[in-house]
């Protein structure tokens, strides 16, 4: 690969002027250059997406992940450079951060369910100690008499009818 580029850039050196220089620019600097500068952000992350499940194919199944990869590589290539590529991983920061936000509420959820069980026992024991602590009022002694005791107002509703 490197002597091959070396002989590019010789081709180019010796021959820049002529026909074949000029082909040659036009078909090894000017197309890539402006396919390069066609390339959005999403495309760009895509094809570094394509690298990187070429480089961890390669490293975990060795040949056969080269062999792999040789063969989804050029379909891959068109997916990622005919699509929009920023759409998709749209939808995966949005499914991602959906993600977090329903586990912080699921997190909120419980700290207030275990706050109100904690107000609830503390309640409890609460009303536990200040029931032990309570003095009642004292009652008037009973008379050892199963009768009850006439009232003043019928002591005088008597001394009137006699």
Avoid: N
């Amino acid at each position: 690969m490197l002597l091959l580029s070396v002989l590019i850039v010789l081709g180019l050196t010796l021959a820049d002027d002529g026909v074949v220089g000029t082909a040659l620019r036009k078909w090894l600097v000017e197309t890539p250059a402006r396919f390069l500068a066609g390339l959005s952000r999403g495309r760009t992350l895509g094809l570094g997406l394509v690298i990187l499940l070429g480089v961890a194919a390669v490293m975990l199944f060795e040949t056969e992940g080269v062999r792999l990869f040789s063969m989804a590589a050029p379909d891959m290539v068109a997916w990622v450079l005919m699509f929009d590529v920023t759409v998709i991983f749209d939808i995966v920061v949005l499914a991602v951060s959906l993600r977090a936000v329903a586990g912080w509420r699921r997190i909120i959820r419980r700290r207030d369910l275990m706050q109100g069980l904690a107000q609830r026992l503390i309640g409890r024991i609460k009303g536990a100690r200040s029931r032990g602590r309570r003095v009642g009022k004292p009652r008037p002694p009973r008379s050892p008499s199963g009768d009850p005791e006439p009232d003043s107002a019928y002591a005088f509703a008597q001394y009137y009818v006699a």
